[in-house]
């Protein structure tokens, strides 16, 4: 097998012919059949519900990703920060959604000037200080800004406790000229409870309820007012509420998951399987596109392997998990048994896994593709992933900028 060296050493890299050999290990990996499996089937989720798909990208922070999401159909892409929105449309994203405040003079000159270069951007406002802030600021500017009340839950995280401070809200970004309301936000992965799907199906049609009396107030100011929310575990559920009577043809139900794009092993797994079941009229679900490849790095003693693997290289809210194994410079045809392997311990570097008795053939060197859970927290660890084809090809490096 002819190969060219690649180092991904979370900086430059160069591309290889095939990923058991000649890449520099370990690797964080996208396999390119889930993911476009992944593009599709979510966009035509948030089609089939009357909405309009706008993914988080603070899970990816990879504009290459963005834009296949943007090609698929995507109506924007949200993100958590104003360095994040810099970021994405520096890279071509024109219409952001920033699921957050826009708080701070720094981080709203950052907003002013993506403005200012024909950005279409939302933000959240909670608070009558932060709506005075931002009126004053863009006034100053000359620039308009797009807000989006924020409706949260009593602990909570962000947003509006009360009716009554949804509607105080309004009225003071109405007398803001530099701000305009623009719909409603919320997030309904802060809704906890002995019984969280009846909490979120409340919460949802709460939020409904809410924009259709703003809406007959006439508080809002831009026609067919965004409605948004939706993370990566109950966005059926949201769907569902916003594709009722009360939004259809008078506002911009927006979805906001994430995570899908290339989904996971471990936590939206879980999330994925609930989904299903509630939904069991949906077809095959979302396919996990995300893995990172390492090598086995020592054999100290019987039943332990120590793999060159650590936290610095693959999320661990949850242990990672083995998936398949392949000799370095091997046939994908040819995987090896890791039945029974059971990762214990990470540390920074180093990952430890015991194995059963009957695994006799593991050898140093052996290349081990890992499942991991939560995918945010194995992107930003990595300055570039690799798109693999089904036989392992490397077909593109995918930078990300956290």
Not at 64 to 89: D, E, K, N, V, Y
Not at 98 to 126: H, K, P, R, W
Request: hydrophobic share 45%.
């Amino acid at each position: 097998m002819q190969t060219t060296a690649l180092a991904v050493d979370k900086g430059s890299v160069e591309l290889s012919s095939h990923l058991l050999s000649g890449v520099s290990l370990p690797a964080a990996v996208i396999h390119e059949g889930a993911l476009e499996h992944n593009l599709a089937w979510m966009q035509r989720f948030a089609e089939a519900h009357g909405a309009r798909l706008a993914p988080h990208g603070k899970t990816t922070m990879t504009p290459a990703l963005f834009h296949r999401q943007l090609q698929a159909g995507a109506w924007g892409i949200t993100l958590a920060t104003a360095p994040q929105c810099r970021a994405a449309f520096a890279n071509g994203v024109t219409r952001l959604l920033m699921a957050n405040q826009l708080v701070g003079q720094a981080n709203m000159a950052i907003i002013a000037s993506l403005l200012e270069q024909g950005a279409t951007f939302y933000c959240m406002v909670d608070s009558q200080e932060n709506v005075r802030q931002l009126g004053r600021f863009f006034a100053e500017r000359g620039l308009g800004l797009s807000v989006l009340i924020e409706v949260g839950v009593g602990g909570g995280r962000c947003g509006c406790r009360t009716q009554q401070q949804i509607v105080s809200l309004a009225e003071a970004i109405s007398n803001e000229p530099a701000l305009s309301l623009a719909g409603l936000e919320g997030y309904e992965g802060v809704v906890h409870g002995d019984d969280p799907e009846a909490g979120i199906r409340a919460y949802a049609k709460y939020l409904v309820e809410v924009a259709v009396e703003l809406e007959a107030a006439g508080r809002f100011s831009q026609p067919n007012p965004i409605v948004t929310a939706s993370g990566s575990a109950w966005y059926d559920v949201i769907a569902e509420a916003f594709d009722g009577a009360p939004l259809q043809g008078r506002f911009t139900p927006v979805l906001r998951p994430g995570c899908y794009v290339v989904h996971d092993h471990g936590l939206y797994r879980e999330a994925q399987s609930a989904v299903l079941n509630r939904r069991p009229d949906l077809q095959q679900g979302l396919e996990p596109a995300l893995e990172v490849f390492a090598q086995v790095q020592s054999l100290p003693e019987p039943g332990l392997a120590i793999v060159a693997l650590g936290k610095r290289d693959i999320g661990h809210d949850q242990l990672p998990m083995a998936l398949r194994r392949f000799r370095e410079a091997g046939e994908i045809s040819q995987p090896l048994s890791v039945a029974g392997w059971e990762v214990t311990k990470i540390m920074d570097q180093h990952t430890f896994v015991r194995l059963p008795n009957e695994a006799q053939d593991i050898e140093v060197g052996d290349i081990i593709a890992f499942g991991a859970s939560h995918p945010c927290l194995t992107f930003d660890k990595w300055r570039q992933l690799l798109l693999v084809d089904s036989d392992l090809n490397v077909k593109e490096r995918l930078a990300t900028y956290f």
